[in-house]
């Protein structure tokens, strides 16, 4: 699995922390910053979750690892995009759970609220369950059809009442949109040249230009 993790400038300093969280458990595993609280440019909440829509959008990787200082910021922004289920998890239960009944693709973790002595470890502790089961197989094991399906009637219901990706991209403004294309890397990750939606790559085009 392809999974990338982005922090806003709030949280920056819990970036290590992630990544050593996730380190040796067999993952290909993508920073998109940041990495350095303070550091310019800086991301803000509106564009890790921006930034977080687009790599899932272009399947660029299969799993956001996302927060911020409460990760309920985080959550509401990358939550406005279609195609993405975020959970927020503060326990490894939270973990276990959203993973095997809400088969997620996405989670916004509180990186400064509650962060204290061991928060670390609670970390490690959250990716051991979140890898652990399989997503979307549902829980309690009487209610996995059920939930299964409800799934993918949510998928449906989030492509049903958003714009198309290459419509949000033409038409977000400026200040939310170029402070996460612009950010070191992102150009990079978003490949254009690469992408197989005419109309969305054109949308990106513009925006570089």
């Not at 200082?69 to 406005?80: D, I, K, N, P, W």
């Amino acid at each position: 699995m392809k999974i990338a993790v982005v922090n806003e400038t709030s949280a920056a300093d819990k970036n290590k922390d992630i990544l050593l969280a996730l380190e040796g458990r067999g993952h290909e595993v993508i920073n998109a910053g940041m990495s350095e609280r303070g550091a310019q440019p800086e991301l803000m909440y509106i564009q890790t979750g921006l930034i977080s829509a687009i790599l899932l959008h272009l399947k660029r990787v299969d799993f956001m690892v996302g927060g911020c200082g409460t990760g309920q910021g985080y959550l509401a922004s990358v939550m406005q995009y279609p195609g993405v289920f975020c959970g927020h998890i503060l326990t490894a239960l939270d973990a276990w759970l959203f993973t095997q009944i809400n088969g997620g693709n996405c989670i916004s973790l509180a990186l400064n609220q509650g962060y204290g002595w061991a928060g670390d470890v609670n970390l490690r502790f959250i990716f051991d369950r979140i890898l652990s089961v399989e997503r979307g197989c549902g829980y309690p094991e009487h209610r996995q059809e059920p939930q299964r399906q409800a799934r993918l009637t949510l998928e449906g219901i989030s492509t049903l009442v958003h714009r198309s990706f290459a419509e949000i991209i033409d038409n977000l403004p400026d200040e939310v949109i170029r402070p996460a294309l612009e950010y070191p890397g992102i150009k990079d990750l978003i490949d254009m040249d690469t992408i197989s939606d005419g109309t969305l790559k054109a949308a990106f085009q513009r925006r570089y230009l």
